[in-house]
């Protein structure tokens, strides 16, 4: 008798762990299609063996647990790769709202396009040009006032290009380190997350490693959307938490939350972060904060710093040839204008007061000279704010542009497939399987059916023994 009810107590245990793991298949199915979670298998153990006077009898089975399965390296893995993934995504989106700003439409292969710096219809480039050309048409027809108030149009149609663009790019900076400054606040938000979710793992753990699964994936979603705005590490915390640093300038570790604790918030600094207990300065090898700073202080600001460059030379150049004699009032730019920002007309030109030339009537000297400065070629070693002709020093700055451009998109092209193979490589481990989990499902259903058949032939015979044997 005593070992019916071992035999019914060990199909109960049975019963017990095959519905835990057909709960547990359908959960697996259930987040088929969710990113953030990892497969979960059911552990099984023997109970034992008990001696009763009928010999050993087993105990059967039981569910002990849970098990995530999850690699850890390839964990970090895709938490690096999003980094770059997004570094690279942030630098790209900079890029392109500094081309859109510079009015200038840049090829694949990073050079101007036709509407570009030496030809076209459309921005800076094709001011210059025009610019130009007009001061070529009032020397070839210098009484005509129609091309003297053409020039006007054109020149005034120059200093607003330079204006715009430098506005522009300008408002790139300005909104980037407004996304920067988002991106920061996104920071302290998920370091809090994760601090949080660090002690509720702590508290469900304690004795029991790994138990928290459910957490551990909320946690591993923060962990990766942490690391896509900016570079951070992890290191085993006690009782299944998580610490998480970031490096300094020496490479040394940067301690953002220990434990269930946060130990210092990031802060934008303008031209980096700080974070930790004592606000140390903060690396960046990735993430989107690192990807906004390398454009906003790299190829946006070269961008303004060679408009700045251009408009000097030019306003320099213009008062030099147009006023020869340093006349005062007499210069055709505004000599304090000698940026992309402040490039000006000098205060009360007109379309009548443009001189083509010096002498008489017909003379086109002063004309001829502003025209030729277009074919000028300078050289920083002499002095000059630019190297090579204005046409080629701005075609040059819209290359280098258009160079960045490229070359981001060819690393987050690359990039792109580098985090779809890890991503595809961590599927194999912790993605769920339709086939994989509907053959578990039938597996352990039928093994549930089976315990239930030996449930039920264990309780009809002790229905046998109990209330039919002895009666007559």
């Known amino acids: 008798m005593s070992g019916l009810f071992t035999t019914l107590n060990s199909s109960v245990k049975a019963l017990n762990a095959h519905s835990r793991a057909i709960e547990t298949a359908g959960r697996n199915l259930a987040n088929v299609n969710n990113t953030a979670y990892a497969r979960q298998r059911v552990l099984y153990g023997d109970r034992g063996t008990v001696v009763t006077a009928e010999g050993a009898q087993s105990l059967g089975i039981e569910a002990l647990g849970i098990q995530q399965l999850r690699d850890g390296l390839l964990d970090r893995q895709v938490m690096r790769e999003l980094g770059l993934q997004s570094a690279y995504t942030a630098e790209q989106s900079a890029y392109q709202r500094a081309q859109a700003g510079l009015g200038q439409n840049i090829d694949r292969s990073g050079a101007a396009s036709a509407a570009g710096a030496s030809s076209g219809t459309g921005g800076l480039g094709a001011a210059l040009d025009d610019y130009f050309n007009a001061f070529q048409s009032l020397a070839s027809r210098p009484t005509d006032t129609g091309e003297r108030q053409a ?58 490693p790994g138990s928290a699964v459910d957490l551990r994936d909320q946690r591993q979603a923060r962990l990766e959307e942490l690391a896509a705005l900016v570079p951070i590490e992890t290191r085993p915390g006690t009782d299944g938490q998580v610490n998480v640093v970031m490096r300094d300038a020496a490479n040394a570790d940067v301690v953002l939350v220990d434990n269930a604790t946060v130990t210092g918030p990031v802060a934008f600094t303008g031209t980096g972060l700080t974070g930790g207990a004592s606000a140390t300065g903060l690396a960046f090898s990735s993430g989107a904060v690192a990807g906004a700073l390398t454009a906003r202080g790299g190829a946006v600001q070269t961008l303004r710093t060679a408009l700045d460059n251009l408009a000097r030379q030019l306003v320099t150049s213009v008062n030099a040839a147009y006023n020869p004699g340093a006349t005062v009032g007499a210069d055709y730019f505004n000599g304090a204008g000698l940026t992309a920002g402040t490039i000006r007309l000098t205060a009360g030109l007109t379309a009548a007061g443009i001189r083509a030339g010096s002498a008489a009537a017909g003379d086109n000297s002063l004309a001829l000279a502003v025209a030729d400065v277009a074919n000028l070629v300078f050289s920083t070693a002499g002095g000059d704010a630019v190297d090579g002709t204005l046409g080629q020093h701005f075609s040059g700055a819209v290359s280098n542009l258009g160079q960045a451009l490229a070359g981001v998109n060819t690393r987050l092209s690359d990039q792109d497939s580098i985090t779809q193979l890890v991503k595809s490589q961590r599927d194999g481990v912790s993605g769920v399987s339709l086939d994989e989990e509907m053959a578990d499902l039938v597996r352990f259903q039928r093994a549930f059916q089976a315990s239930s058949r030996v449930f039920s032939i264990v309780d009809e015979l002790m229905d046998t023994v109990v209330n039919r044997l002895g009666r007559g």
């Open 151 to 208: 020039l006007l149009q054109k020149s005034q149609i120059l200093v607003d290009r330079f204006q715009q663009a430098d506005a522009r790019l300008g408002q790139v900076q300005a909104d980037l380190d407004s996304q920067i400054a988002g991106n920061v606040s996104d920071v302290n938000t998920l370091l809090a997350n994760i601090a949080d979710l660090n002690n509720q793992i702590g508290r469900v753990e304690i004795g029991r």
